[in-house]
């Protein structure tokens, strides 16, 4: 791995969605000549929501400059909104950084440390309006582009994200071996993983009660971000 | 979770390819009273194939009686057809399991313990041949249920195989919410994730490959289970 040429860096931090994390690790660890790293604040095992530990390969301090760098969510994020050390390295690494992504609510990181300001993007769908107090323009995607700035939807679009990634950067065949490798032919038993399709009931009870959880911390961060 | 009326058991493993593991263990953990327990050999961090590890929650010795137990695939599972711990504790755990389940190749797992024999199976299409060395009768399906058995294909497939034991268990309803939650609405941008739509001699090749690497350990564990 020392002698790589392209880094990707994925960021792990206390209580974050863990197959935001690891559904784009295990496509990205296929890109030939890419060594995949693990970036936290302190070498200490994270907690994912699943109530096991990744661990981190690398500190904040110590991590390579990324090609990409991404952003996995979950409800950890909306702890690290004003979390200095958290929002200066996805700053300094997005200087560098040919690509800055994230999967799920990980945009609402990249939108506290000023990242996506004026671009669109997207999030989870649960999460989504409150996008925009951050200046960002919410779009309902399963990924967005504006730019470098590859934003995907609720966690397991990473896969896709990442396999559209993988598309771009090393071409068709490349990514149907990989898909092949994986064997991502995915059948769904039952069909609705799009908000589109689901209970407006429940889809409304659903933005309201993520909204009363999460608003204060992002009205917060985002009146730091722009006072 | 110590009031947890049921236990997952996912083992884990040196080498195991982690989406296997993460994939199912995202869906199971949004499961209603349920305790989700990593265990392996020892507490040690168990490096996976994308480089980083994750940490066990419990030792086999200490592991809950599971009322499901998994098994994810990966190299690593064939290093370990004749680790006498790894298949001594899968067939306790199978004793008392109302399912007992594997994603990938973790089906020569189960099946080098003993405990697919006779069984319709599947496995990873590039090593599913092979189960028929241990008397499994190999089934290319994404998932294939024998009895309380239940395995499931390559990687992503283990994804599928969780929401349609969520079905079972919990009712369309609950696997719904679920689905949502996670937004899994998969989108591929590439189509070949399949097996049956791969180029014919790339299939060839990559069985034929596999075979010259694993068939040996594969063989002397058979021998071993039915001399």
Redesign the interface.
Known sequence: ?ANSSRAIVLVAFPNM???DF??P??VF?MWPET??V?AAKTMD?VVT?????????VTFEDAPQADLLMVPGGDGTFDLLEDEPTLAFLRRQALGARLVTSV?TGSFLLAAAGLLTGKRATS??ASLPMLAEFGVIPVSE?VVRDGDRVTS?????G??FA??LT?DEFG?EA???I?????????????????AL?DPA?VAATLAAKRADRFERVRRAADRLAP
């Open positions: 791995m969605t863990q197959l690891t559904g690790a295990q660890a060594s995949v693990v095992p929501d699943c109530g096991w530990a990744i661990v981190p390969t799920c989870h769908w399963r939807a609720g966690v397991t679009s896969i896709d396999f559209e598309l068709r990514a149907e071996a898909q092949l490798s994986l064997e991502y032919d995915p059948a769904p038993p039952v069909n609705r993983g799009n908000v689901a429940f």
